[in-house]
């Protein structure tokens, strides 16, 4: 029952008329009816709210551990102690972008930002952003950008106005 349809529903007087004088037992289960409706909404409200607060500590989870190459959704699962898949629900429910690729999204964020503010070498920006391999970053790098990690670099400082 919704809060609107609690509030559209007979007062206890009204439906007392209409029963004709209930027993105390048949009260009792009426009363009960009611107070579980109410409870299972309240519980329903503090059960997402609880879910959304997970979903962003695993969030800040994944910002601290980003550099990680062992960062996944089985470790940030062990972490919270879950199971996989209802780590995966949680997540992708409240922030509308699976694990996974919200874990590729930082790390290429990440890089990003390290190639477009440092001179850093390529191996320190993998170490950095917790990729596993070189030729996965580049591959990664490659597919989500268009460009690979120094063309990148290069067309983000044109483009910021600066010298390489």
């Known amino acids: 029952m919704t809060n609107e349809e609690f509030q559209r529903s007979k007062s206890f007087e009204e439906n007392l008329k209409e029963w004709n004088l209930l027993s105390l037992e048949e009260m009792g289960e009426w009363l009960n009816s009611v107070l579980l409706s109410v409870a299972e909404q309240i519980g329903n409200k503090q059960f997402q709210q609880k879910k959304e607060e997970v979903s962003v500590k695993m969030k800040e989870y994944i910002k601290k551990n980003l550099s990680s190459p062992m960062l996944s959704v089985e470790t940030i699962s062990e972490e919270f102690g879950f199971s996989v898949s209802y780590s995966r629900k949680i997540f992708k429910d409240n922030q509308g972008i699976s694990i996974s690729d919200y874990i ?6 990440c890089s990003k930002s390290i190639l ?20 996965n970053f580049y591959t990664v790098f490659k597919k989500e950008t268009g460009m690979t990690p120094n063309q990148y670099r290069i067309w983000i400082r044109e483009k910021n106005g600066e010298n390489s």
Request: glycine fraction near 4%; aromatic fraction near 4%; avoid cysteine.
């Open 104 to 109: 590729l999204k930082q790390r290429i964020d």
């Open 116 to 135: 477009a503010d440092s001179k850093k070498s390529v191996n320190e920006i993998i170490d950095a952003s917790g990729f596993q391999t070189k030729s």
